[in-house]
């Protein structure tokens, strides 16, 4: 899936390396204003959240959609690209997990999920 190095860096909140993958993706051109890469790294590690720590994430008590929907407005008017469709096919992908996860009231060790994806993707 071209779409787990993206999700591998915002777990390991690698900035340079986000915004590399989002450029190969076809998030971002580039050429992006300051405010824009900012908002992009920021949702991008807001989503990333649930995969940083070993603990179990709390997807009820965590405020995941919060970051994110506060990006949307920069996002709105500064985008430069559409999300390609296989990437926007990922974050509501995402979405829908992280929506089920609040409504079952979830705690979930992620990092550990993330891993073990990560070991199968470097084995493949």
Do not use: W
Not at 27 to 42: C, F, N, P, Q, Y
Not at 58 to 76: H, L, P
């Amino acid at each position: 899936d071209k779409s787990l190095p993206l999700v591998l860096a915002a777990a390991d909140r690698d900035e340079p390396r986000l915004l590399e993958v989002s450029k190969d993706l076809g998030m971002l051109t580039g050429d992006e204003s300051r405010s824009m890469t900012k908002a992009h790294i920021a949702a991008g590690f807001a989503i990333g959240e649930p995969f940083v720590s070993p603990e179990p994430f709390n997807f009820k008590g965590s405020d995941v959609t919060a970051k994110v929907k506060r990006e949307s407005g920069t996002f709105a008017k500064e985008r430069l690209v559409a999300p390609p469709t296989e990437v926007y096919s990922l974050h509501r992908r995402l979405a829908g997990a992280f929506s089920t996860c609040i409504q079952l009231e979830a705690c979930i060790p992620c990092k550990d999920l993330l891993e073990t994806a990560r070991e199968n993707y470097n084995n493949a």
